[in-house]
């Protein structure tokens, strides 16, 4: 399984980015069962758990609650991130994990969100 990672770049305050991560290779059981994150590390800061869903769930951090949306399709095996109303504190690394439902951890490359005032 290999997550690959897209969607980043470089936005203006207040606009917005979709992150995407497919995971190829991965069959419909491990990702229907699978627990799917974003998470984002920032120069000097500590790491952040962005968002998080499941079959049943999503949850988000409060700095990004209402602004971002995690949604994910199982057929094409992808989980996105939606991000609006960005700031230049949503500048970070943005990472995909995902735990699939036999509890193995994958890890996408992350990709550089970078917002500008």
């Known amino acids: 399984v290999h997550l690959v990672e897209s969607g980043g770049g470089l936005v203006q305050a207040g606009g917005s980015l979709r992150l995407s991560c497919k995971a190829s290779g991965m069959i419909l059981s491990e990702f229907s069962g699978a627990t799917m994150e974003w998470h984002r590390q920032a120069p000097g800061k500590q790491g952040e758990l962005v968002a998080a869903?499941?079959?049943?769930?999503?949850n988000y951090a409060e700095s990004v609650k209402g602004r971002f949306t995690i949604t994910r399709d199982k057929n094409r095996r992808t989980v996105d991130l939606q991000m609006n109303s960005l700031n230049v504190e949503d500048t970070a690394v943005y990472y995909c994990?995902?735990?699939?439902?036999?509890?193995?951890?994958?890890w996408g490359q992350g990709t550089q969100v970078t917002v500008s005032s």
């Open positions: 994990h995902i735990v699939s439902a036999s509890t193995r951890h994958y």
């Open positions: 869903i499941t079959s049943a769930d999503t």
